[in-house]
Every structure is written in C-alpha cells, then in structure tokens.
C-alpha cells in the first residue's frame, strides 16, 4: 500500500516533468537536479554502490536528465560527492550554490514552477527509501526556501 502511494507520486511527478520538459532543459536546470538529488542521496551518510546505480539509471531515464551527458551528470554528481566527502557542510554547501546559480539565471523574476520542479525532484530523491530524515529535511528546507518555496507546496 505505501509503495503503490510513493509509486503513484513518483508517476505524478514524472507526468508533470515531461508536460513541462522544454521549460526545465538547461544544463544549469540539470546540474541542479543532479546537485539536490545527490545531496539528498548522501546527506545521511548511507550511500551504497547499487544507491549509486540507481541514480546514475535515473540520469538516462529521467525526462530532463536524458537530453544530456551522462557521463557529465555523473561528473557533477562526484562533485557532489567529492564535496560531502570533505564535510557535510561543504557538501551541503555545494548543493546550495548549485540552486542558488539556476535561480541567478532565471534572473529578477525566477520562474516559481521551473524551481519547484528542482525541488521536487530532491523530494523525490528523500523518499526513494522510504523514510525521509531529519537530515534530508533539513537540506530540503534549505533548497526550498532559497526560492522562497514551502515544504508544503512539495507534498511535505
């Protein structure tokens, strides 16, 4: 019963990033979902190599994600990494830069459904295992609010 939920949620989300696919298919857009989807991934410190997998799969399936390289998806997510790996702080840091250079992008007037769907790509991220921490919430919050998003407005 709660994975048919998660299931259909995760279906949802993904309906909505296809309708809205052209909107949200820069490089900056796609760094930015690899950046908080890493950081979510790692923030807890349990991260295993199929975890690992898991992600880089959703780098070819995922309907932003595949209009670009792999292989530098990848690179920025071990950047990501490599960041956490110093300290949770720079990592999260990292993570925040990574939002923070969309937003600057979308100039005076970001674009509030473009960050949404940022943001929930990270939601979807915490609840792939099923229980979000007070860790990935934390770091969730810290994205949200960046755009001036709520929690709420993402199904938390």
Do not use: C
């Not at 809205?20 to 820069?26: D, E, L, W």
């Amino acid at each position: 019963m709660v994975f048919n939920f998660l299931k259909n949620k995760a279906e949802g989300a993904n309906e909505w990033i296809t309708s809205n696919m052209a909107r949200y298919s820069s490089v900056e857009d796609a760094e930015a979902i690899v950046s908080v989807m890493g950081g979510i991934s790692l923030i807890d410190g349990n991260f295993s190599d199929a975890e690992r997998q898991k992600m880089y799969k959703s780098f070819s399936v995922h309907p932003v994600l595949k209009q670009h390289s792999p292989k530098d998806l990848q690179a920025k997510f071990i950047e990501i990494e490599d960041a956490f790996g110093i300290d949770e702080s720079v990592g999260e840091a990292q993570v925040l830069k990574e939002v923070n250079d969309v937003l600057r992008k979308m100039g005076s007037s970001p674009d509030r459904e473009r960050f949404l769907a940022i943001v929930r790509m990270g939601v979807a991220a915490a609840r792939s295992d099923g229980d979000i921490g007070d860790k990935e919430r934390a770091l969730l919050s810290k994205v949200a609010s960046l755009g001036g998003v709520q929690l709420s407005e993402v199904g938390l």
